[in-house]
C-alpha cells in the first residue's frame, strides 16, 4: 500500500487566487480522487437580473460578473434581448462590438499565457507577458473608457463611438502590439523547457473533450473544431478574418498555443474592422418591452458563454441564466487529475483558464 | 436561427434524449429551469457541432418536489448543471449534492420567485 496524503487546493492557492477549492486524495502523490467546491461566493446576480433591475439595466449588471470577459457577458445578454425584439443594430456598431470583443479576448488570453509561465517558474515570462497585455488593455481604456469592465455594448449598439484620432493610434500601436504577441508566441511554442515541462501533461483527448462537452481554448486545442465565432452569427467574424485554431495534442503546451495564435488572429481582425469600418449610426432606439425567451451563445476567452433570456412584457425580466465556460470545463477538470501527479496540478488548472468570478456569478 | 423543441412528460426526457444524443455530434449546453410557481420548466439545451445556430431544446415541466431524472448516465458532464439546479431551486435531482454552489448559510432555492 502507498503512502495516502490528502492535499487541498485552495480555496485560496498560489497558483490560482480565486476562490475554489479541490480536495486531492493522493497515493505516493498521484492523485486517486477530487472532489470540487465552487461556492464560496455566490453572488446571485441571476436574481438581482430578474427582481431589481430593469431589463435596460441588466446588460450594465452582467457586465459586472467578470472583470475579464464582461463585454462577452453584455454582447450576451444584448443581443439575446436584440433577437427577441426585433432590434436591427447598425453595422458600425457591430464593428465597434467586434473591435472590442477582440482585444477583450488578447488580454485575457495574455494574462492566461502568463500566468501559466508563471507557475512553470518563468517569472520573467510571466512579467513579459504582463507587459505586453497592457498595450491592449491601454487601447481598450482608450476605445472604452476604461482598463476592465467596460459597458461598452448596450441594447441597440455602442455607447461610444470612435473618433478618427482613436482608430489613427489604435491603427499604430496594433502594430506594435502584435509585433509583441508574436514574439511570445514564438517563445511559448519554440522554448525548449517550456515544452518540457508541458507536452503530454494534463492531456485532454478529443474523446474526453466530447464526452464532457468541453468549450474554449481546452477542447481546441483536443482537436474539436468548436468555436461559437463560427457557429453563432453575433458579431460580422466570417467576413473580418476569422480563423479557427486548432491543435491535437491536448495538453497544456497546446491550451497555450491555442491562445498565442487566437491573438494574433485577433489582433488581426481587429486590424481589418478598422480598416472597413462602415460609416453611420452607432446605436438605435429600442422601443417596447421583451416578450417570449431567447438565447444565444458567444465565444468568450475561456470558451461558449450561453445566455438565456426570458420577458413577459414587463420591465423586470422573468428569468436570466447565465452559463459561463469555466462551470462547462469543470467536470473535465475533475475527470482530468485523477491519475496524475499532483506536483502537475497547478499547472493543469492554470492552463484551463478558469474564472470563479463568472462561475459564482 | 433554427430551434427545434421537443416537449415531452418529464419521465420520457432521458429516453427522449437517449433516442438522439451522440457525443460525436451532439454538444450539451445546460439545463436551465423557470419558476412557475409551485413547478418549474425545465430546458435541456443541445447544439450540434459544426452547425450554423441550431439548437435542439428537449422541454418539460415538474412540480417542486417531483424526482428529475439525471442524465450523467448519457453525458458525464451534465452532473453539475443538474447540482445547480437542486442548489438555487431547491429541485430534486436524481443523485444530486448541494452545496456546491451555495454555502451552509445561504439563503435556500434563492431562484424561485416569490
Known amino acids: ?361 | 436561427m433554427k430551434v427545434e423543441e421537443i416537449k415531452v412528460p418529464l419521465r420520457d426526457v432521458r429516453r427522449t434524449v437517449k433516442e438522439f444524443y451522440n457525443e460525436n455530434e451532439w454538444h450539451f449546453i445546460t439545463v436551465n429551469a423557470v419558476d412557475l410557481g409551485g413547478k418549474v420548466e425545465l430546458k435541456w439545451f443541445f447544439t450540434r457541432y459544426g452547425e450554423d445556430e441550431y439548437f435542439r431544446v428537449v422541454v418539460a415541466q415538474a412540480s417542486y418536489d417531483e424526482e428529475i431524472p439525471t442524465l450523467t448516465y448519457l453525458i458525464p458532464s451534465a452532473w453539475i448543471s443538474e447540482w445547480e439546479l437542486a442548489d438555487l431551486f431547491g429541485l430534486n435531482v436524481e443523485g444530486a449534492k448541494t452545496g456546491l454552489f451555495l454555502e451552509p448559510d445561504s439563503p435556500r432555492a434563492p431562484l424561485r420567485r416569490g
Open chain 1, 1 to 361: 500500500m502507498g503512502k495516502r496524503i490528502t492535499v487541498p487546493f485552495g480555496s485560496q492557492h498560489v497558483a490560482l487566487p480565486e476562490p475554489i477549492k479541490f480536495v486531492f486524495q493522493t497515493e505516493n502523490e498521484k492523485i486517486t480522487s477530487v472532489e470540487v467546491d465552487v461556492g464560496y461566493v455566490h453572488r446571485g446576480i441571476e436574481k438581482a437580473c430578474q427582481t431589481k433591475f430593469k431589463y435596460t439595466q441588466v446588460g450594465y449588471v452582467v457586465a459586472r460578473v467578470c472583470g475579464l470577459c464582461s463585454i462577452s457577458h453584455t454582447l450576451g445578454y444584448v443581443t439575446a434581448v436584440e433577437r427577441l425584439m426585433g432590434v436591427e443594430v447598425p453595422k458600425r456598431a457591430l464593428y465597434l462590438r467586434l473591435i472590442v470583443s477582440e482585444l477583450d479576448r488578447v488580454h485575457s488570453h495574455l494574462l492566461a499565457m502568463g500566468h501559466t509561465a508563471e507557475v512553470a517558474g518563468y517569472e520573467n515570462l510571466f512579467m513579459q507577458t504582463f507587459r505586453y497585455r497592457e498595450t491592449a488593455m491601454e487601447l481598450l481604456e482608450l476605445l472604452t473608457g476604461n482598463r476592465v469592465q467596460y459597458d461598452y455594448a448596450t441594447i441597440g449598439g455602442v455607447n461610444r463611438d470612435l473618433t478618427p484620432d482613436v482608430a489613427k493610434t489604435l491603427k499604430e500601436r496594433l502594430k506594435e502590439l502584435k509585433e509583441r504577441c508574436l514574439w511570445i508566441k514564438d517563445v511559448f511554442e519554440n522554448d525548449f523547457t517550456l515544452k518540457l515541462r508541458w507536452k503530454g501533461v494534463g492531456v485532454v483527448t478529443k474523446e474526453m473533450a466530447k464526452r464532457f462537452n468541453v468549450v474554449g481554448p481546452p477542447a481546441r486545442a483536443a482537436g474539436l473544431e468548436t468555436d461559437c465565432r463560427a457557429e453563432f452569427n453575433y458579431l460580422p467574424f466570417k467576413e473580418l478574418g476569422f480563423k479557427l485554431v486548432v491543435r491535437n495534442g491536448g495538453d497544456i503546451y497546446d491550451r497555450n498555443l491555442v491562445r498565442a495564435y487566437e491573438v494574433i488572429n485577433s489582433i488581426e481582425m481587429v486590424e481589418n474592422a478598422l480598416e472597413g469600418l462602415p460609416e453611420g449610426d452607432v446605436k438605435v432606439a429600442v422601443k417596447g418591452l421583451p416578450d417570449g425567451e431567447s438565447f444565444v451563445r458567444v465565444e468568450a476567452p475561456r470558451g461558449e458563454l450561453f445566455y438565456y433570456v426570458k420577458g413577459s412584457k414587463k420591465m423586470v425580466l422573468d428569468r436570466v441564466r447565465i452559463r459561463v465556460p469555466t462551470f462547462a470545463n469543470i467536470p473535465v477538470m475533475k475527470e482530468l487529475f485523477v491519475g496524475m501527479d499532483y506536483a502537475d496540478v497547478p499547472a493543469t488548472v492554470i492552463s484551463f483558464d478558469p474564472c470563479l468570478s463568472c462561475t459564482a456569478r
